[in-house]
């Protein structure tokens, strides 16, 4: 595989389990870290609720698959994503893969993508099962990115996924502790490493701030200072 500047990533979305809304805000996020060089969404066409992201696949010039179910009990959407996602494996080309959907049935392909050395980023919404989530080697919950663009009198439409600020403390601490350290002074970037090695979930929108500074700085529990441009923690109490 070439030298790349940028990861290059096959996006796969479950149209069946993602709502439209999603899709801009998705790939903008997917952009920043990395090239979403394969897009394809998957669905039935013919069916009336995928309307919306017939016309996201239109704007943001998405490839769509027609996936139809030819019994009721069949998820045509899932096995259609699967059979092409190993096909994408095989041809060495992409660096990971980012698979859009809340439905935990993806699990078992995030894993074997995973055993493949690749790196599986999911992205769904926040009800979205624990098990699909611990797979990913990073988990985007996809209300964190569309609640802070929604017009204050929109925000109803979509449940909010924001927790406080203080429910990020314990993982803090956590981080804190897995570190080996001379003093009590933890460098930040040290604490988030940590904290997305065993929380691939973890997103400081989810606490209300853009930065882990910005929380971190937000809680009495912790003192902060820079040392030679680099932000450290420490416990305060």
């Given amino acids: 595989m070439p030298k790349r500047d940028r990861p290059l990533y096959a996006v796969l979305i479950d149209a069946d389990n993602i709502p439209a809304r999603y899709a801009g805000p998705m790939l903008k996020e ?36 027609q996936e139809t179910a030819n ?42 993508i995973r055993e493949q050395g690749l790196e599986v980023i999911g992205i769904g919404e926040a009800k979205t099962n624990a098990a699909l989530r611990s797979v990913c080697n990073r988990f985007i919950i996809a209300e964190n990115l569309v609640e802070e663009l929604a017009p204050e009198n929109k925000k109803s439409e979509t449940k909010s996924s924001k927790r406080p600020p203080s429910d990020a403390i314990p993982l803090i601490i956590s981080a804190m502790e897995q570190i080996e350290q001379d003093d009590d002074w933890y ?32 809680l009495k529990q912790f003192e902060t200072r820079k040392t030679n441009n680099q932000l450290q923690v420490r416990r305060s109490d």
Avoid at 80 to 105: E, K, P, Q, W, Y
Avoid at 190 to 215: N, P, V
């Fill in 30 to 65: 997917i952009a920043s870290f990395g090239e979403p060089a394969l897009r394809r969404v998957y669905g039935d066409w013919s069916a009336n609720q995928l309307k919306g992201w017939a016309e996201a696949a239109r704007t943001f010039g998405l490839v769509t698959h």
């Fill in 71 to 112: 019994t009721s009990r069949k998820n045509a959407t899932d096995i259609g994503m699967v059979i092409d996602a190993m096909d994408i494996l095989h041809t060495g080309r992409f660096d990971g893969f980012v698979l859009i959907s809340s439905d935990s049935d993806f699990t078992a392909l995030a894993n074997r």
């Fill in 187 to 218: 460098p930040l970037s040290q604490i988030g490493s940590k904290i997305m090695a065993t929380h691939s979930d973890f997103d400081t929108r989810t606490y209300g701030k853009q930065k882990l500074s910005e929380l971190v700085k937000g």
